[in-house]
């Protein structure tokens, strides 16, 4: 069946770095587009990063503009979200989601804590 | 950007009820919206695409409707397992999720 598994998370001190990543099986992965998708805690959804099927575009949120590097490869259907300069309010569960007219499936989540 | 509003942002509801929540977009998006639905400590689940059309596997009762500014999603009569946070996503231009709404037990 179609499978996004994250991993990477884990707790950061401000201005750390972290590397995401999202193991994808079930489908051809160098067929999609894929997203990243972040939830605060207790907050709603936002969506950080975007990269088209063969990596040749990418988009971000504004928020994680500069500091966020999204990449792919598709010889090992695997999906990453190099986080640098973190905030304390880059503090959330990280998700990897296939595009699609919507985002199906999302993986089961990954928890960046940003903390001294 | 292209801002989202959800209304209600939380309504108590009764098993059986029908329910229905509005999500508007702060400029014209034709059908590029999507609904979802997560539960506490899940990751959402996509239950509508293109505004109307059901995701696969996903129950008949839940269906959507609009176009341009305004969208609705509707669950029918309301099942146990459908107490979550719902949210609206637009895919016009850079995705962007509605605020959510919680659908709480009577």
């Known amino acids: 069946q179609v499978q996004l598994v994250e991993s990477g998370g884990g707790v950061v001190q401000p201005g750390g770095s972290l590397r995401l990543s999202c193991a994808a099986s079930g489908f051809t992965f160098s067929s999609y587009g894929m997203h990243w998708v972040r939830q605060a805690p207790g907050k709603g959804l936002e969506w950080v990063a975007f990269i088209r099927y063969d990596g040749s575009n990418k988009y971000y949120a504004d928020s994680v503009k500069g500091r966020f590097t999204i990449s792919r490869d598709n010889s090992k259907n695997t999906l990453y979200l190099q986080m640098n300069s973190l905030r304390a309010e880059d503090t959330a569960v990280y998700y990897c989601?296939?595009?699609?007219?919507?985002?199906?499936?999302w993986g089961q989540g990954t928890l960046v804590t940003v903390s001294s | 950007d292209i801002q989202l509003t959800q209304s209600p942002s939380f309504l108590s509801a009764s098993v059986g009820d029908r329910v229905t929540i509005t999500c508007r977009a702060s400029q014209g998006i034709s059908s590029y919206l999507a609904w979802y639905q997560q539960k506490p400590g899940k990751a959402p689940k996509l239950l509508i695409y293109?505004?109307?059309t059901l995701q696969s596997g996903v129950p008949s009762r839940f269906s959507g409707s609009g176009s341009g500014t305004e969208f609705t999603l509707t669950i029918s009569s309301l099942q146990p397992e459908d107490f979550a946070t719902y949210y609206c996503q637009q895919l016009n231009s850079y995705p962007a999720f509605g605020p959510g709404t919680k659908v709480d037990i009577k």
């Open positions: 989601a296939k595009d699609g007219m919507g985002f199906d499936p």
């Open positions: 293109a505004a109307s």
